[in-house]
């Protein structure tokens, strides 16, 4: 069964830290572009960034460029997400994507809260 589970989500106060872990089972990681997107309330979901299936390549949305960093471990089937000098207009729901050809897997979202 494929799936992917995403944690590491919760409370912490501005210019804190988290690191967001997703797990797939069902699928190798490997040959897959991973990717986080984060809803915030009200609002739509945003691609906040990417990495590409050999890992050499990652893309970030500007409002967490030099604050975020994506990665992907293949030997634990996981990707992360760092997530540093966190920022309330973080806050929102985060979810794992991994996407290869017209395959495309969806977790179901970890909640970060951004607020002191």
């Known amino acids: 069964q494929v799936q992917l589970v995403e944690s590491g989500g919760g409370l912490v106060q501005p210019g804190g830290s988290l690191r967001l872990s997703c797990t797939a089972s069902?699928?190798?990681?490997?040959?897959?572009?991973m990717k986080w997107y984060r809803q915030a309330p009200g609002k739509e979901r945003e691609l906040v960034a990417g990495i590409s299936s050999h890992g050499g390549v990652t893309t970030y949305a500007d409002s967490v460029k030099g604050r975020f960093t994506i990665s992907k471990d293949g030997a634990k089937n996981t990707a992360y997400l760092q997530m540093n000098s966190l920022k309330l207009e973080d806050t929102g729901v985060y979810y794992c994507?991994?996407?290869?050809?017209?395959?495309?897997?969806w977790g179901k979202g970890t909640l970060v809260t951004v607020s002191s």
């Open positions: 994507n991994g996407r290869t050809g017209d395959t495309n897997y």
């Open positions: 069902g699928f190798t990681i490997s040959y897959y572009a």
